[in-house]
Every structure is written in structure tokens, then in C-alpha cells.
């Protein structure tokens, strides 16, 4: 057996029911992302093998998507995936399969490896798109659904992915001295987009901009209008959906051994039928000053230091968060970042323990490098703050993805006709 480390057993039971309890429950998840079934774990999409690219292809090119996710079971099951035409809001544009692919909107998984040396069992799939079978005719937001082969209805893990035109060039400033404060705690762009190769005739009423600040979810914006055009280009500044909180850079833990800690691991140690892993207790830094750090904007990384084949190698372990805070009744706080699918739901909400006076979380994941940060929404709210526990420093190094759709007068979908990225410290 290998090695345990220091940890205090008084909160396992607790912690334990965290993870068995608070799961989702398999169903439609409408136009989440993420897995709706305890058993589907570790969910990843790259474009090209880029961890870091955003999850669009673009016409015309051979860029290919390629998606990943663990099967907790010992034997192999038969899933199948399927495409979802959406228009810029998510929602399900109403096209049919022969309008949105070239070839059958269905297929199944049929590359897939066993788990080895590991104390859970698990079975790794894996699948592309566009491949011989599929690939998308059309541009715009797509919704990836897995499902179980006997039981279409039931989707039980979704990736959103989106299909680029690339005819619309777009340009982003960004700067601290924002319209609400000065090098204080936003963060504002100026985006422009240059509508000389695209067919938009009116870009105040065809097309719709949208922002995301690392790839989360909550405080996505949209803008409909430009504040002016400058010939064929469309201005975008001085609007409130262009300011966004700095937040703080994201925190890190490794997991990559069970025989030694890793960073901001504080001991591990193994309770049947789990590897538990305790990280170092969390703080409030709000009041801090800023601290650089190099992260991944929310990302993480599937790693086994004694293996270059993490992906059936590496083991799946319960990792242990602790906030040290005051309890704040009516305030939730979430853990964000690609661990947790960018969802706020039971999966990923701390819970107030009375018995040790902080805030808890446990959650099944595979052994890697992640990072996360933790959110808090307040009564009434539907989106995240970082300013409770984080703070927002205007520093931060913060990652942005605007998208550009439009629809003309007759159009029956949001086609998606440029993206751009922009990290604000280059």
C-alpha cells in the first residue's frame, strides 16, 4: 500500500458524504457543459492538441477538436455522441441534422484503454470532431452530447464547442483605467470589429458581441449595438458590459503523487476505497496585496509523476478544500475553474462545517496540476464575485474571448463570424 500522510480523520465521514451526496443527478442538463452522471469524470476538449486554445474551429481549415473523458466502471460501455446546432444564447437553434453536417449526426466511441495500476477503475474515451463521419456544415455554438447507446434521451456528459466563419477581423485593447476606477479593481476593453469581409449590412441591429472573461460561464456579457462605426469598423467602448472585475490570479495544488505531497498539498492518506488528499487550508485575500503568479486562467492538467501515460495511469482521489471564513448565512461560495465545469451547483458549493468553523468541499478528481478560485454569490444574485474572498487587483492577468454573431433580416441562426482572444499582459 502506499504511503499515508498526516490528515485529520474527524472530517472524513463528513467530507465523504460530500462527494457521494451532493452529485447531480443524471438528466437533461439543457445547455450546461459539464457531467451529469457521478461515474462520467475528467471531461476535456483541445483544439489541434492545445490545452490552452479555446474550443473553435474554424471552416475551411483542418482544425480538429479532440474530446476526452473517464468512465468510472471495469468494463467497457457503448456511447454514442451527437451535435446540437445552438444560436448565440445556447439555446437550440431548431436546424435540422442535414442542414448542420456533412455526414451522419451520430457516433460512436470506439477509441478507448483501460485504467492500469490504479486503486479506482476506470475507462478512458476519447473521440474528434470533425472526423470521417461528422463534421459541421455550418457555424455557430454546438452542444457535444454523450449518451449511453441503449438510452438516447439520457445525456450524460456535455461539452459547448463553437464553429468560426473567421470573416470578421476583431481587434481588443484592454487597459486598468477603467470608467469606474483607476488602476484599481477592472479591467475595460475596447473591442472594434471590422465588417469589410463579412456580408453584415446594418452592425447596429445584425450583430451581437459576447465576452468571456476565463471561460467562465457566470458573468459572460453581451453587447447588440457599437457605440459607433469608424468606416466599415464597428466601435465597442465605453459600456458597462466591457468593464469587468480583475479578480485575483487563480490559486494551484498538484496532485500528481500520492507518495508525497505535492504543492499546497498538506497530507494524503488512504481510507478504502479512496486515496484522500488534504490541501493546505484557504485564506480570504482581499485584503492582500496583489502577488503575481503564473496559472492558467482556471485550466488544469492531468499528471502522474511516475508515468507519461497520465491518462490511464494517473488515479482518481478525493481532494479536501477548506476555506478558513466566517460563515455568511444567505452567501454561497463555489469553487471555480475547469474542475468543476464552471457550473454552480451542489458539485461544486462549499458547505459551512460548525464543528471545525470553516467552509468544506470534497471532490473526485483525477490526479493533475489545477487551478481554481472561489466564487461568492450573494442572495438574489445568479452570477459570482470575486471580490469576498479573492479580491480584485487590477494586475491580474486575465483571459479574454470575445465572439461575434450575426443574423440578417430572414436568417434562422446566429452564425459565428470571428473570435478573438486576448491575455491581458501581452
Known amino acids: 500500500m502506499k504511503s499515508s500522510r498526516h490528515y485529520i480523520k474527524a472530517v472524513i465521514p463528513f467530507i465523504i458524504c460530500a462527494v457521494s451526496c451532493n452529485v447531480k443527478a443524471a438528466g437533461q442538463p439543457d445547455t450546461l457543459q459539464g457531467s451529469f452522471n457521478e461515474r462520467i469524470r475528467t471531461l476535456q476538449v483541445t483544439l489541434n492538441g492545445d490545452m490552452f486554445a ?83 456544415m455550418v457555424s455557430g455554438n454546438y452542444l457535444v452530447t454523450v449518451y449511453e447507446e441503449n438510452n438516447p434521451d439520457e445525456t450524460l456528459a456535455q461539452w459547448r464547442i463553437m464553429v468560426n466563419e473567421h470573416v470578421a477581423k476583431i481587434g481588443i485593447d484592454l487597459t486598468t483605467i477603467t470608467d469606474v476606477d483607476y488602476n484599481d479593481g477592472h479591467q475595460q476593453l475596447t473591442v472594434t470589429v471590422d465588417t469589410e469581409r463579412t456580408d453584415v449590412s446594418d452592425p447596429f441591429n445584425d450583430m451581437t458581441v459576447m465576452i468571456q472573461q476565463n471561460g467562465r460561464l457566470d458573468n459572460e456579457t453581451a453587447m447588440r ?127 459551512y462545517n460548525r464543528s471545525t468553523s470553516r467552509y468544506e468541499k470534497a471532490m473526485l478528481l483525477k490526479q493533475g496540476s489545477y487551478n481554481y478560485q472561489y466564487l461568492t454569490v450573494p442572495p438574489g444574485k445568479k452570477r459570482g464575485y470575486t471580490a469576498e474572498i ?7 492577468v486575465n483571459e479574454y474571448l470575445v465572439k461575434v454573431y450575426t443574423r440578417r433580416p430572414g436568417d434562422r441562426y446566429d452564425r459565428l463570424i470571428g473570435v478573438s482572444r486576448i491575455i491581458s499582459d501581452r
Not at 304 to 311: G, K, L, R, T
Open 54 to 136: 479555446p474550443p473553435v474551429i474554424t471552416i475551411g481549415t483542418n482544425d480538429i477538436l479532440t474530446f476526452s473523458f473517464d468512465h468510472l466502471a471495469d468494463d467497457r460501455a457503448y456511447f454514442r455522441y451527437r451535435l446540437v446546432h445552438c444560436n448565440a444564447n445556447w439555446q437550440p437553434s431548431g436546424l435540422v441534422d442535414s442542414e448542420i453536417i456533412d455526414g451522419f449526426n451520430e457516433g460512436l466511441i470506439e477509441d478507448y484503454a483501460f485504467s492500469r495500476g490504479t486503486t479506482v477503475n476506470y475507462v478512458n474515451y476519447r473521440f474528434h470532431i470533425p472526423d470521417g463521419r461528422m463534421r459541421p
Open 225 to 351: 449595438q457599437p457605440m459607433r462605426m469608424s468606416g466599415r469598423k464597428a466601435v465597442y467602448e465605453h459600456r458597462p458590459q466591457l468593464i469587468f472585475e480583475a479578480g485575483n490570479e487563480y490559486r494551484r495544488f498538484e496532485t500528481v503523487s500520492i507518495d508525497y505531497p505535492g504543492m499546497r498539498v498538506a497530507g494524503t492518506q488512504y481510507v478504502n476505497p479512496y486515496y484522500h488528499v488534504a490541501l493546505e487550508t484557504d485564506a480570504p485575500r482581499s485584503s492582500e496585496s496583489y502577488v503575481y503568479d503564473s496559472t492558467q486562467q482556471g485550466r488544469y492538467k492531468i499528471r502522474e509523476y511516475d508515468s507519461d501515460e497520465a491518462d490511464t495511469m494517473a488515479d482518481y482521489v478525493i481532494v479536501h478544500f477548506t476555506l478558513d471564513y466566517p460563515e455568511m448565512p444567505g452567501y454561497m461560495f463555489f469553487i471555480d475553474g475547469d474542475l468543476t465545469d464552471r457550473r454552480f451547483d451542489e458539485t461544486s458549493r462549499m458547505v
Open 390 to 396: 479573492e479580491g480584485d487587483r487590477y494586475q491580474t
